[in-house]
């Protein structure tokens, strides 16, 4: 599979393209994520959790895509995982699986829903999908509550893995209310579109708000000989 976002004109006008892995992906694009799947659950092992968080620098990255398609290779592997949009601002996960958005995480936390009611079952085998549910105006609010230390307890409890999509760092600074609910964050770069200076900005946030960085995973960036094709394909510790 060739997984396409678009060029930068698209990006800023809302018009990305995604992809999900299937059965009919490249097997260069599918390796990658095995790759990255590995890496992740060695990390998570060593520390004991079995929940972790996407985040980039700023949006247009991909990262709601690299979200979902970790969750599907995670969920290839007969454990029960469960990807939640947890960016309140701007939600894409539900668009990605076009799947239905009335009811999500700031419903559940906010009081105004069930998690049973919101969270979508079996999206595709062993994968369920909580998503963001509706706009708040106080989304920091909402992840600091102690309703949501509670259900990501509960969450914690009944999946194997928990995947967070969250918001760009450097934009808000939602991403990093999550710092003490998981085993640390996979920041997505985007080549010719994340700088230098942005990955510094990253890791000195999230240096200052002592979160741990389990890896970068890098897309857009050229494969093979053929110049112009574009896909996902690697991931690197940190």
């Given at each position: 599979?060739?997984?396409?976002?678009?060029?930068?004109?698209?990006?800023?006008?809302?018009?990305?393209?995604?992809?999900?892995?299937?059965?009919?992906?490249?097997?260069?694009?599918?390796?990658?994520?095995?790759?990255?799947?590995?890496?992740?659950?060695?990390?998570?092992?060593?520390?004991?959790?079995?929940?972790?968080?996407?985040?980039?620098?700023?949006?247009?990255?991909?990262?709601?895509?690299?979200?979902?398609?970790?969750?599907?290779?995670?969920?290839?592997?007969?454990?029960?995982?469960?990807?939640?949009?947890?960016?309140?601002?701007?939600?894409?996960?539900?668009?990605?699986?076009?799947?239905?958005?009335?009811?999500?995480?700031?419903?559940?936390?906010?009081?105004?829903?069930?998690?049973?009611?919101?969270?979508?079952?079996?999206?595709?085998?062993n994968l369920d999908i909580l998503?963001?549910?509706?706009?708040?105006?106080?989304?920091?609010?909402?992840?600091?509550?102690?309703?949501?230390?509670?259900?990501?307890?509960?969450?914690?409890?009944?999946?194997?893995?928990?995947?967070?999509?969250?918001?760009p760092i450097g934009v808000v600074?939602?991403?990093?209310?999550?710092?003490?609910?998981?085993?640390?964050?996979?920041?997505?770069?985007?080549?010719?579109?994340?700088?230098?200076?942005?990955?510094?900005?990253?890791?000195?946030?999230a240096k200052l708000a002592d979160?741990?960085?389990?890896?970068?995973?890098?897309?857009?960036?050229?494969?093979?000989?053929?110049?112009?094709?574009?896909?996902?394909?690697?991931?690197?510790?940190?």
């Amino acid at each position: 599979m060739k997984i396409k976002l678009g060029n930068k004109n698209n990006r800023n006008k809302g018009e990305m393209r995604t992809e999900t892995l299937s059965d009919k992906s490249k097997f260069a694009i599918v390796e990658s994520y095995k790759a990255a799947r590995t890496n992740i659950m060695f990390s998570l092992s060593a520390d004991d959790q079995k929940l972790f968080a996407v985040t980039s620098y700023s949006k247009g990255e991909g990262k709601s895509t690299v979200s979902s398609n970790l969750a599907i290779s995670f969920s290839k592997i007969e454990k029960r995982v469960l990807l939640v949009d947890s960016d309140l601002r701007r939600p894409n996960i539900h668009n990605i699986f076009k799947i239905e958005n009335s009811t999500g995480l700031s419903n559940v936390i906010g009081k105004m829903g069930d998690f049973d009611e919101a969270v979508h079952r079996d999206v595709l085998p062993n994968l369920d999908i909580l998503p963001s549910g509706t706009i708040p105006p106080n989304p920091s609010e909402l992840l600091c509550s102690s309703r949501f230390a509670d259900l990501v307890k509960r969450l914690s409890e009944e999946y194997d893995y928990v995947i967070f999509d969250t918001p760009p760092i450097g934009v808000v600074s939602d991403a990093l209310l999550l710092k003490d609910y998981v085993a640390g964050f996979v920041v997505v770069l985007r080549e010719r579109n994340t700088t230098h200076g942005d990955i510094q900005n990253l890791l000195e946030s999230a240096k200052l708000a002592d979160c741990k960085m389990l890896g970068f995973i890098k897309v857009g960036c050229t494969s093979g000989k053929k110049r112009g094709k574009r896909g996902y394909y690697y991931y690197q510790y940190y």
